[in-house]
């Protein structure tokens, strides 16, 4: 393996992005509506989807490109309290359901982030967000996995590479960044 090999795989992924257009668009607008009625975007993953994430909430949070007042969005990877005592007390595959429980209203949206598509807490997560009546994503690879029976919305990046699909991750959630910027200024 090369590092060109490497980026003309990444350079593959990212051109296939372009088709997924008028679903991030749907979200986009989605996530607008929702922060304007006052609601909240919950974002959680795992590993690498656990520090993107949290990467995304703080975008929302403290600012994407443009000074702007917050947006109400919320990591749920971060309280290592929280998890590692339900992890503990019940079970590592409900880690984002208690949370959810605590802290998701109806017109939230979650957004659960999978490489694979099979995580067991992020499905759960995204189970108990739709039981609260949230907006459920994911943001899953290629195939979706189980998150696309699972979710309302199911945004496959075109690889089955790890690396590849969170990197596709990041670029679409900070166009969701700049697209907020740009309505919200």
Known sequence: MSFKSTVQRHQ????GLG????????LV?????????GNKVLFFG??????????????????YYKQRQPLAAIALTTDTSIITAHGNDYS?????D???????????????????GNSGNVI???????QADCITVAFTGEHG?????????????????TARVQEGHIIIGHYICEALDESLS
Do not use: W, Y
């Not at 088709?19 to 749907?26: F, K, V």
């Not at 959810?100 to 939230?108: F, S």
């Open 19 to 26: 088709s997924l257009e008028p679903q991030i668009e749907a």
């Open 46 to 63: 795992n590993g690498g989807s656990a520090s993107d994430a949290q990467h995304l909430a703080a975008e929302f949070v403290v600012r």
């Open 12 to 15: 593959t992924m990212v051109e």
């Open 145 to 161: 996995g189980k998150l696309l029976e699972t979710a309302d919305h199911c945004i496959c990046v075109p690889s089955d590479e």
């Open 29 to 37: 607008e989605n996530i607008r509506k929702c922060l304007a009625s």
């Open 124 to 130: 759960n997560g995204l189970n108990t967000a739709k």
């Open 98 to 116: 208690r949370q959810i429980q605590a802290l998701a209203k109806k017109g939230d949206i979650a957004i659960g982030l999978s490489t694979s």
């Open 92 to 96: 590592f595959d409900t880690i984002f």
